[in-house]
C-alpha cells in the first residue's frame, strides 16, 4: 500500500494537518476517535468517504513516524485530556 494515495497535507486544509484524501478529517481526528474506543466500522458508518484501505493508510503513516523517531514518549508527564 502506498499510503501517498490516501495522505496528503496542504497548507490551506487544517493548518497543513495530515489529512485523509477527499475527506477532510486529519489523521489527529481519526486517532482520536480510534482513542475514545470507536472501532474502524463505527469510523467508517459515520463517515462513508473513508475506507478500510484509508484506516490502513493512517497505520502505515504512524508507523512510519515512529520508526523515523517522530513519535516518542516524553520525560515529563503528559497533560491529561477528557
Known amino acids: 500500500m502506498n499510503r501517498q494515495d ?4 496542504d ?3 487544517l ?3 495530515p489529512v485523509i484524501k477527499g475527506t477532510g478529517l ?3 481526528f481519526i486517532l482520536e476517535h480510534l482513542s ?3 472501532s474502524e466500522q463505527m469510523l467508517i458508518e459515520n463517515y462513508p468517504r473513508l475506507t478500510h484501505e484509508s484506516l490502513l493508510a493512517v497505520y502505515a ?3 512510519q513516524m515512529a520508526k523515523d523517531g517522530l513519535l516518542y514518549l516524553p520525560t ?3 497533560k491529561q485530556t477528557s
Open 6 to 9: 490516501y495522505i496528503h497535507a
Open 11 to 13: 497548507s490551506q486544509i
Open 15 to 17: 493548518d497543513g494537518k
Open 26 to 28: 486529519s489523521i489527529e
Open 36 to 38: 475514545d474506543g470507536w
Open 61 to 63: 503513516f504512524m508507523l
Open 76 to 78: 515529563y508527564p503528559l
